[in-house]
């Protein structure tokens, strides 16, 4: 991928405040979250109050003020996949990696997070990887993810 700098993110819409939104997402797009260096330059190129820049990247759920594992593990506890079984999902994950919802393991390889849908509740419980769906996931396909992706195995967790 190719990461474009803030000054090159900030071309073309200095001096306007209604870019604010889409300035962010480029932040975020380029470097994954948006530190409150980037915060302070964007509010000043913009013209925009750094509050408000922060109330707007603070509101959001597609921002990230914190930079996230390498690898990101998004548990959907919506409705429909919370009857089936979310819940163990999270147990599994937070478990297995020693975690809460919205850290980073020490090692930098993994974010467990959670969200409230993520639109195809018929295949529940999902859970996404950097951004790809597994459906009907259970705590024993998700434990052997978290393997495949370098995690500590369930039993070496114990032994620690
Ligand atoms: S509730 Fe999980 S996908 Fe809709």
């Not at 974010?111 to 195809?120: D, I, L, M, P, Q």
């Amino acid at each position: 991928m190719l990461i474009q700098t803030l000054e090159q993110i900030l071309e073309g819409r200095r001096s306007q405040p209604n870019q604010l939104i889409e300035v962010l997402h480029d932040v975020q797009k380029n470097y994954g979250y948006i530190s409150q260096e980037a915060m302070q330059t964007v509010s000043q190129a913009l013209g925009v109050p750094l509050m408000e820049v922060y109330r707007v990247a603070s509101f959001y759920k597609a921002f990230r003020l914190k930079p996230s594992g390498k690898n990101v593990l998004t548990m959907c506890l919506g409705t429909a996949c919370h009857v089936r079984g979310a819940d163990l999902l999270l147990n599994q994950a937070t478990g297995q990696l020693g975690v809460k919802p919205g850290e980073v393991t020490s090692d930098g390889l993994f974010s467990v997070e959670h969200v409230n849908c993520v639109g195809t509740c018929a295949l529940g419980p999902i859970v996404t990887e950097n951004g790809t769906y597994h459906h009907r996931m259970t705590p024993g396909k998700l434990r052997k993810l978290i393997e495949t992706l370098g995690g500590q195995k369930a039993e070496d967790k114990e032994n620690v």
